[in-house]
């Protein structure tokens, strides 16, 4: 999913929580291949509905760049909750805005450090698997990955990360991240919350 649409849910993730129902719109989600039925049963399985949207809310941030705009179909009977979301999605998706990410040359063209990949790995969530894929990495090394860090989802990432380094030496640059992060709908922005802390030159 993308930062701005987590940001959104983030932002009425109370409010949302106090004005919808799950029951429908997690069938919906279930009947749209957003969720699995593990994940159905997860939020069933909440105390309360206000829980229960919580938890659906947590789940949708790792389910991809098509979880949002399904769970926007999801709200006919919340037409107003629908109505309020895309009107906010609207200012965050102002003209320009997926350009706002600006990097020095020496930024883009330099390699991550060990502390880097590994923030950069906690900002993937769900789509690990779609970035290192696009950084050629192998379905057996995504195996490998996920079989050494069972129900870890930042190590597994973190070692794919490592190996996609490992490999490309030189060339698995900062620029090269972007590209794959942007392969998975993912936008690059995510990339400045991992650099900054070590970076005075953004």
Request: with cysteine; glycine share 4%.
């Amino acid at each position: 999913m993308d930062k701005r649409h987590i940001e959104l849910l983030r932002k009425h993730r109370l409010w949302l929580s106090e004005q919808l129902l799950s029951e429908t719109i997690v069938q919906f989600l279930y009947q749209e291949g957003i969720l699995t039925q593990a994940h159905v049963e997860v939020v069933e399985s909440q105390a309360c509905n206000k829980h229960r949207v919580l938890k659906l809310l947590d789940i949708l941030s790792t389910r991809g760049p098509r979880a949002l705009h399904v769970f926007l179909q999801s709200l006919d009977e919340f037409s107003w909750v629908r109505d309020t979301l895309q009107r906010d999605l609207q200012t965050l998706h102002e003209p320009g805005a997926p350009d706002d990410v600006c990097l020095s040359d020496h930024i883009l063209h330099r390699v991550p450090t060990d502390r880097e990949l590994s923030r950069i790995a906690a900002l993937l969530g769900g789509q690990w698997k779609a970035v290192l894929l696009d950084l050629e990495l192998t379905t057996e090394d995504l195996y490998r990955c996920r079989d050494d860090h069972q129900r870890d989802v930042h190590g597994a990432a973190l070692e794919g990360l490592v190996q996609w380094r490992r490999a490309q030496g030189k060339r698995a640059t900062v620029q090269r991240l972007i590209k794959s992060l942007e392969a998975a709908d993912i936008h690059p922005s995510v990339l400045i919350d991992a650099l900054q802390t070590d970076s005075n030159s953004l």
